[in-house]
C-alpha cells in the first residue's frame, strides 16, 4: 500500500479539516477537483444573522487516490455551523456528484460531519440538498459507488444522504439519525426521551449502538482504519439495483422484528408497532383520483386509466416513517420497478403529510435508512426509465418531502401548498425574534417562508397550480 501522511494514525476529530484529506489519501496525491469547485464559495445569507461567512461554506473537496484508486472526496466541517449543509455547501456536493458521473472515478468519499439543512438558510438549503441526494444516487446508479464515513455527528437531511451510499460507517464516538434527542423530546415529551440522559442518546444513535444493531459499520478513529476501510468498499461495490432489492429485505426483516417484539432493543420499555392504516385521501385531490384505480390494498398506488400514469397517495394526515417507506417501496418495486423504458411510465409523487416520523422507536430502527432507501427506489426507477414527477398538494414537510417529492425530475405545487424546511420551533431558537415577528417571518421571508413561493423562488418549483385538476395536469390523456 503506499505511503500517506504522517497524520494518518492521528484521530480524524483531532485533524483540521484541511488535514483529514491529506491524512486518508496516498502520500502526495491530493489535488485540486477544477477552477469551479475549488472557487470560494462564501454563504450570501449568513451575514443577515451576524455569522461570518466561511469561504469553503463547510466543505472541501479534492482529488487523490487510495492505494493507488482514483477518488473524489467530500470532507464536511463540523467547526463551522455545526457542519450545516447550506446551499452553496450542497450545491458542492451535487456538482461533484455529477462530476464523477462524467469522470467514473473509482469511488466518491465523504467525510460525513453534518447536523443537516442549515437552519439560518432553509428553503435555498432543503432544495440544494435534495438535489444533492438525487445526484448521488444517479450516481450509483450509473456504477460508481459513493462511500461516506461519518468522523463527526451526522444528523438531519444529512444522515439521509449518509445512508443513501453504498456503504456508510461511523468512528467511534459519533452519533447518527434523522431527528435529534432534543428534537425528540421537544416534540414527544421527557417521558420517551430525556435529552440529557446521555445512556439512552448513546443506545439509540451512538456509533457502537448503530453498528450492533446492523445499521452502520464501525471504525476506529484513526486514518489507517478510514483507508482500509474505502479500499474494503470499492472492492465490495454492487449495482444500486442488487443494493436496493437487498436493502429492501434487510429493512423489512428490521421493522418485522420490531413489531414481533413489541419493543426497541434500544430502550427498557415496551413500544408497539401500531399497524399501517393511511388516512382519508385530502379533499383536495379528490378529483384526480375520481377516476383512478388502486393497484395495493393499502392504496399507497393508483393507476389512470390510460395506464402509463401513476399516482402515489401522500401520507396526508400522518407521518412518514419506518412503516410507510417500507410499504410504499414495497409497492413501488412489484409494480414499476420492471418497468419497460420504451414504455416511459410517469410515476406522480404527491406530497402533502406531517413530515417524517419523530419518535424514538423511529430513531431506533434507523428511521434515515427508510428514507433513505425510499429515495433509492426512486431513483431506480428514474434509471429504468419511469418518470418522476411532482406534485406539492398541501404540505411539504422535512425530510419526508426532501426524500419524496424533491425527487422527482420536474414538480409542481398547488399555490396554498407550504414547504415546511425548519418548523417554527426551530426557526425560534435561530432568529430569537418575538413571537409577531417570527410569525410574519414564516409567512412573507424568500429563506424562511413556509408558502410554497417562497421555495418556489429558489427553482424548486416549476409551475404554481390553482388544483389538481387532471386535464391541467396530464393534457392529452
Known sequence: MPLHGPASTVPLCALTLAQRIPAVADRGSVRPVNASLDAPRPSPHLARWGIAPQDDDGIVVARATIDGAPLLIAAQDERFLGGSAGANHADTLRRLFELAGAERPAAVVILAASGGVRLHEANPAEWALARALAALLDLRAAGVPVLVAGVADVFGGASVLACAAARIALISGVRLGLSGPAVIETARGRKELDARDTATVARVFGAEARAAAGHVELIADSADSVRRWIVRGIEEATSLAAWVQATQV?????????????????????????????????????????????????????????????????????????????????????????????????????????????????????????????????????????????????????????????????????????????????????????????????????????PVRHFARWAGIADLLPDANPARLFPGG
Open 250 to 450: 434487510r429493512l423489512a426483516a428490521r421493522l418485522a422484528d420490531a413489531v414481533s417484539a413489541g419493543t426497541s432493543a434500544a430502550m427498557s420499555a415496551p413500544t408497539e408497532v401500531a399497524p399501517l392504516s393511511l388516512p382519508p385521501l385530502p379533499q383536495n385531490l379528490a378529483s384526480l383520483y375520481a377516476n383512478a384505480v388502486p393497484v395495493d390494498p393499502a392504496g399507497w398506488l393508483a393507476r389512470l386509466p390510460a395506464g402509463r400514469t401513476w399516482l402515489c397517495r401522500p401520507a396526508g394526515a400522518a407521518t412518514f416513517g419506518p412503516r410507510e417507506a417500507q410499504s410504499l417501496d414495497s409497492v413501488l418495486l412489484a409494480s414499476l420497478a420492471a418497468a419497460a423504458p420504451d414504455a416511459a411510465p410517469t410515476l406522480v409523487l404527491i406530497g402533502d403529510s406531517r413530515g417524517h416520523e419523530v419518535s424514538l422507536l423511529a430513531e431506533s430502527l434507523c428511521v434515515s435508512q427508510y428514507l433513505a432507501q425510499h429515495a433509492a427506489v426512486l431513483a431506480l426507477l428514474r434509471a429504468r426509465g419511469v418518470v418522476l414527477r411532482g406534485l406539492l398538494s398541501g404540505v411539504g414537510h422535512s425530510a419526508e418531502f426532501f426524500s419524496h417529492v424533491l425527487q422527482a425530475q420536474t414538480i409542481d405545487a398547488l399555490v396554498e401548498a407550504r414547504v415546511v424546511a425548519m418548523e417554527p420551533a426551530a426557526l425560534a431558537r435561530v432568529t430569537r425574534l418575538p413571537q409577531a415577528d417570527l410569525a410574519a417571518l414564516i409567512e412573507n421571508d424568500p429563506l424562511l417562508g413556509h
